[in-house]
């Protein structure tokens, strides 16, 4: 069973799960051919090797916290902290407690 993706002028709900973070799963909440939004869920512990998406992203926490390595650093990203990294970048990235977060990648370079 496919979550449908959010449709132009509707409201998508982002706010803290609390309780219901555990039992929670990551999913897509837009895509287009230029942008996706993904609610991540990652229980304590779980690791995402490094790895390079291929268009700019943003990476913003909203509950938990997870270790963001990039650029050669580690950083802890908490509730309301956002990170912005360009197109390719290599990073990693470990939750030290349940977390979510809103990633947002832009697809495609646009022209001009």
């Known amino acids: 069973m496919s979550i449908p993706h959010a449709n132009p002028g509707e409201i998508i709900d982002v706010s803290a799960l ?8 990551t999913h897509t909440l837009l895509k287009t051919s230029d ?19 291929p268009g700019e992203i943003t990476v913003q926490c909203l ?3 997870v270790t963001f ?3 050669g ?3 802890t990203l908490t509730a309301g902290r ?3 990294l360009s ?11 349940d977390s979510s977060v809103l990633v947002t990648l832009l697809l ?3 022209e001009g």
């Open 69 to 71: 390595t990039t650029l």
């Open 73 to 75: 650093k580690t950083q």
């Open 87 to 97: 197109a390719a970048e290599p990073h990693a990235l470990e939750a030290t407690q």
């Open 108 to 110: 495609q370079k646009r």
């Open 18 to 25: 609390g309780e219901k973070l555990s039992e929670s799963l």
């Open 35 to 53: 942008l996706e939004v993904i609610r991540l869920i990652l229980p304590a512990g779980k690791r995402i090797a490094e790895h390079k998406a």
């Open 63 to 65: 509950e938990g916290e």
């Open 82 to 84: 956002m990170l912005y």
